[in-house]
T-cell receptor, first 117, second 114 residues
Framework: AQKITQTQPGMFVQEKEAVTLDCTYDTSDPSYGLFWYKQPSSGEMIFLIYQGSYDQQNATEGRYSLNFQKARKSANLVISASQLGDSAMYFCAMREGLNNAGNMLTFGGGTRLMVKP | NAGVMQNPRHLVRRRGQEARLRCSPMKGHSHVYWYRQLPEEGLKFMVYLQKENIIDESGMPKERFSAEFPKEGPSILRIQQVVRGDSAAYFC????????????FGPGTRLTVT
């Protein structure tokens, strides 16, 4: 079974509107972290936001917020007030076993976001 | 503090040649991870190393691929006798280690096998 599922291969959003990128995950480990990365056309991986499984509140970083629904095992990324520069691939990732140093990240297949002017 | 450095950024090899990809972690980071990204896919874990030790190589193909992180110098991902299917972006990430959640990614090396 896929550990990280991103069901939207591509999405369009109008500039200045908000957009939600979906991510569901599968783990039996009670201690895990969820990450979102942005990959622009230049190819680098840019860290956006992190949510720990024990965090009580949803994470926010500027225009990015993470809608964490633990019971549903979903960790959707919300981008408010979209900008043209937000056009990129977005990857959701999970790290299990946070108490163990060095566990790897597992990535979803990504969502390509295109912002329309 | 310089970020994670990878070189070369682009590498072209003919089938059968060897490819060497280098990764210098951030200063003070002793944990290195290598990931591979095939076209239009997400990143897939390959190997996790600490200085002079391979900790987890569960994502590494059994043949032709090897990795090292010597006491001095960068981590090296080596691909022998490259084939067209090895064409991908290879990312290195580093972390200080225990208790730190985030992995910091380098810019990647794009390998093209002709």
């Amino acid at each position: 079974a896929q550990k990280i599922t991103q069901t939207q291969p591509g999405m369009f959003v109008q500039e200045k509107e908000a957009v939600t990128l979906d991510c569901t995950y599968d783990t039996s480990d009670p201690s895990y972290g969820l990450f979102w990365y942005k990959q622009p056309s230049s190819g680098e991986m840019i860290f956006l936001i992190y949510q720990g499984s024990y965090d009580q509140q949803n994470a926010t970083e500027g225009r990015y917020s993470l809608n964490f629904q633990k019971a549903r095992k979903s960790a959707n990324l919300v981008i408010s007030a979209s900008q043209l520069g937000d056009s990129a691939m977005y990857f959701c990732a999970m790290r299990e076993g946070l108490n163990n140093a060095g566990n790897m990240l597992t990535f979803g297949g990504g969502t390509r976001l295109m912002v329309k002017p | 503090n310089a970020g994670v450095m990878q070189n070369p950024r682009h590498l072209v090899r003919r089938r059968g040649q060897e490819a060497r990809l280098r990764c210098s972690p951030m200063k003070g980071h002793s944990h290195v991870y290598w990931y591979r990204q095939l076209p239009e896919e997400g990143l897939k874990f390959m190997v996790y190393l600490q200085k002079e030790n391979i900790i987890d190589e569960s994502g590494m193909p059994k043949e032709r691929f090897s990795a090292e992180f010597p006491k001095e110098g960068p981590s090296i991902l080596r691909i022998q006798q490259v084939v067209r299917g090895d064409s991908a972006a290879y990312f290195c990430a580093s972390s200080p280690g225990t208790g730190i959640i985030e992995q910091y990614f380098g810019p990647g090396t794009r390998l093209t096998v002709t």
